[in-house]
């Protein structure tokens, strides 16, 4: 479970101080997936590094499964597998080597290494990849070997920053259902977007920022009812634009 409370992060500019968050609170649970939804520049890749611990927030409390990270952020990251917004993979190595090195840092043993890796592989159909050098993947390939060494290490807890950028039809639907797989073993997932299809056919629970600030939170069977509107995307623009009122 991840538990975000009361996170502020401004930075300062030539022309001023930026709040990227601005007091940003919510929770996403175990055996659920949970998507950030929301205009570029809302402030989601800002609230994703500071719970993987990339980046310190100026006020708030981030909890990964209890465990506070600002007190004791190597426990945290052991809980936590992440694909960040950048995506760099090592272009010497074959992927699975890729994957063998995280599973290194992470102190893992190497026949354990070499298990999770093979799982890894099958659940996400690199069979015919694993044992080649990155260097020359598609978008797709590079993204598949990033998800797996950031699961190598089989964390409860998953965080992706737009995981389907720029993927292609058939890669983005793999990994849907990759992501419902992790879902039905219990694992909470997290994930920014601002694809509305996306939200719409993976996520149990919704939470739309605008402007640094959540604007609405609930299922999207909840986002409809409490804006009036009949679809998904009606009920974000609504509720964006009530964010641009507000601002």
């Known amino acids: 479970m991840l538990e975000v409370e009361n996170l502020h992060k401004a930075f300062r500019t030539k022309t001023g101080t930026v709040r990227a968050v601005d007091g940003v609170s919510f929770r996403a649970a175990d055996g659920e997936i949970t998507g950030l939804l929301g205009p570029n520049g809302a402030g989601k890749t800002t609230a994703l590094r500071m719970l993987y611990t990339l980046m310190a927030p100026d006020q708030g409390a981030i909890r990964v499964d209890g465990i506070d990270v600002a007190k004791d952020p190597t426990a945290a990251r052991r809980r936590l597998g992440v694909l960040p917004d950048a995506r760099g ?30 799982a890894l592989v099958s659940a996400l159909d690199m069979g015919e990849i694993a044992d080649r050098r990155t260097e020359g993947f598609s978008q797709g390939q590079r993204t598949k070997t990033a998800i797996a060494r950031a699961l190598v290490h089989d964390p409860r807890n998953v965080i992706l920053d737009e995981p389907t950028n720029g993927l292609d039809v058939m890669t983005t639907r793999a990994l849907r259902e990759f992501l419902k797989r992790l879902r039905a073993e219990g694992r909470c997932v997290l994930f920014s977007s601002h ?3 996306e939200v719409a056919a993976l996520c149990d629970r919704i939470v739309i920022i605008a402007h640094g600030r959540v604007v609405a939170n609930g299922s999207a069977e909840e986002l409809r009812a409490a804006t009036g509107e009949a679809s998904l995307e009606d009920a974000f623009v609504k509720a964006i634009g009530s964010a641009e009122g507000l601002h």
């Open 89 to 118: 993979i090592y272009k010497r190595l074959t992927c699975r080597e890729n994957i063998a090195y995280f599973g290194r840092l992470h102190g893992m043993a190497e026949a354990e290494i070499a298990r999770r890796t093979d």
């Open 195 to 197: 694809v509305m299809q």
